[in-house]
């Protein structure tokens, strides 16, 4: 007995449907809704033996209207991401990386970083305390662990310079 297909050849209202449903879960660039989509479409194009590049069209229309709605809206998305990045301890670098993995346009990221109110510096701070380096570490062996904590700064996107300011800092660093 064959099986029923799990996936329907996607419609525009079906593409809607999901594109909302996508949106009310998680907040997105219009590069990053247009892979969702694509992913959608592609299983369910596997399933009935179809070509992808069929629905390209009414991908870039769904696309379309979710931007011209006002759902997605890439210069609202990299202000809150950088945002919600800085307050957990973000660099300027990863910032930039992850906005640029959305798929949010370099001028828009350029921007939003221009009128970032949040310091490299404190984002250092916190992302020290949070992940207790330096000053902050409480088991006491921080001279041993201190080429470990500059490269967890690094690789973090921190320049030298502000991971060896904050590591090398005698007490807490806010203070």
């Known amino acids: 007995m064959p099986t029923k297909p799990?996936?329907?050849?996607?419609?525009?209202?079906?593409?809607?449907?999901?594109?909302?449903?996508?949106?009310e879960r998680y907040a997105?660039?219009?590069?990053?809704?247009?892979?969702?989509?694509?992913?959608?479409?592609?299983k369910a194009c596997a399933e009935h033996d179809r070509d992808p590049?069929?629905?390209?069209?009414?991908?870039?229309?769904?696309?379309?209207?979710?931007?011209?709605?006002?759902?997605?809206?890439?210069?609202?998305?990299?202000e809150t991401k950088t945002a919600s990045l800085r307050r957990r301890g973000g660099s300027r670098r990863k910032i930039e990386a992850q906005l640029i993995s959305k798929g949010v346009d370099k001028d828009v990221i350029q921007s939003v970083l221009e009128h970032d109110?949040?310091?490299?510096?404190?984002?250092?701070r916190i992302f020290a305390r949070r992940r207790r380096l330096g000053p902050f570490r409480t088991d006491g062996n921080r001279?041993?662990?201190?080429?470990?904590?500059?490269?967890?700064?690094?690789?973090?996107?921190?320049?030298?310079?502000?991971?060896r300011r904050i590591i090398d800092a005698q007490d807490d660093p806010d203070g």
Not at 117 to 124: P, V, Y
Not at 145 to 159: N, V
């Open 28 to 42: 997105s660039s219009a590069a990053n809704l247009r892979k969702v989509l694509e992913r959608k479409v592609m």
């Open 143 to 163: 001279q041993q662990r201190r080429d470990k904590d500059m490269a967890a700064m690094c690789r973090a996107g921190f320049s030298f310079d502000i991971a």
């Open 117 to 124: 109110s949040g310091s490299d510096m404190d984002a250092a």
């Open 53 to 78: 590049s069929d629905f390209a069209a009414l991908i870039d229309k769904v696309v379309d209207k979710c931007t011209g709605s006002g759902l997605v809206n890439d210069r609202v998305y990299a």
């Open 6 to 23: 799990r996936y329907k050849l996607p419609t525009e209202e079906r593409l809607i449907r999901s594109a909302v449903h996508y949106l």
